[in-house]
């Protein structure tokens, strides 16, 4: 039997109206360790004079400094709810109804696919113009995206879930609101 808190679970009483779900942290103390211990290698080649240093320090500390801020509070996290969902980032957040997505899947990042990641298609005639509340996302590079992973959009994380669990859970959620 399934846990009460996961949010796959699956019984007679409905889906919690809201739900939020953010990516492992593990990831992100992982980036910001290996970017911490090369920032300190990159110190040890200053101090044994060589030029190159610079770069490795300021550039490893800036993976530093940009792992520690996503770990923050408002991090990423993706929020489901009855009429959509929202994809939160420190830098950009987006709204996408369930009425304007006719699927969500799984993907494979080219060229081997060992990455996967939950791509979404949209209905005809949807706009991704940003001044009718769309996601920014161009029709040009809509099929674009599909031509290379099969899916015109995706979702940049699969926040603590496998793909394919995530993509089960969106598409029930998805069919559930729109009966289709």
Known sequence: ???????????????????TLRPRAWRKW???AISLFFTAAGVFMIRDHEPSGWFVTL??????????????????ALVIEADGL????PFRTFRILWSDVTEFGVYGVPPFGLTKFVG??????????????GDR???G???LNAAICGF????????????????????ERRRAATGK
């Open 141 to 143: 590079l809509r099929g």
């Open 152 to 171: 015109e959009g995706a979702l940049p994380e699969t926040y603590g879930l496998s793909a394919t669990a995530l993509a089960r859970l969106l598409e």
């Open 59 to 76: 550039f490893f500390a800036l993976c530093s400094l940009s792992a520690l801020f996503l770990m923050g509070p408002e991090g990423n």
């Open 1 to 19: 039997m399934t846990a009460p808190s996961d949010p796959l679970a699956t019984s007679a009483s409905p889906p919690p109206a809201s739900l």
């Open 120 to 133: 979404m298609n949209f209905r005809p005639g949807y706009s991704s113009d940003e001044s009718a509340g």
């Open 86 to 89: 929202t994809c939160v980032s």
């Open 137 to 139: 996302l161009p029709q």
């Open 30 to 32: 992982a980036v910001a």
